[in-house]
């Protein structure tokens, strides 16, 4: 069996991987941010009948200032945040880093989404006009095999690496 060392190693390998193929993907060199909807839970679980909002946190990093953010195009699925042009500034994953986090109103989201999805995509312009997009993995109450983690406590997913290395923390601690 693998030691929880071995396990440690292994699952930051998967993450780099995981995060240069996004980074590659995304077209810029990597140079897109990290969203965390729902900062804070894991998994980001969506009720469809919530008539209330959904937070999403643009993550700061040594890469990415969210100042340079132009808070007036930021969408989640072409959805406008509630309150348009306010981003609040905090440090939502403690990692010394000010992100910037926005309110999507559910009902308005789930409507663009057209019901059962396992990620959604944040998008907005940099103050330089850049363009930027941003997913992250969700999980709709009621659907089928949603954003499930049907794999059972202790066991690190696909789903769980592409989430990147806050996540990951997290889980480790509750596997110990």
């Known amino acids: ?39 804070g839970s894991f998994p980001n679980s969506i009720n469809p009948r919530s008539r209330g909002n959904i937070p999403v946190a643009i993550l700061g990093s040594a890469e990415f200032d969210v100042s340079d953010v132009d808070v007036s195009t930021v969408m989640l699925e072409g959805v406008s945040p509630l309150s348009a042009g306010l981003g609040a500034i905090e440090d939502v994953n403690g990692d010394g880093f000010q992100d910037m986090v926005f309110h999507f109103d559910t009902q308005a989201v789930i409507a ?63 596997l110990r």
């Open 112 to 174: 663009a989404v057209g019901g059962c999805v396992t990620e959604m995509t944040q998008t907005g312009d940099l103050l330089d006009g850049t363009p930027f997009s941003a997913t992250d993995s969700v999980r709709i109450l009621g659907c089928p095999n949603g954003a499930s983690l049907a794999a059972g406590p202790g066991v690190v997913t696909m789903a769980m690496l592409a989430m990147g290395g806050v996540y990951m923390v997290k889980r480790k601690r509750q």
């Open 1 to 39: 069996m693998f030691s929880q060392r071995k396990i440690s190693v292994l699952v930051a390998v998967c993450v780099m991987f995981v995060m240069a193929g996004s980074a590659l993907a995304n077209g810029n060199g990597g140079d897109d941010p990290n969203i965390d909807i729902k900062p």
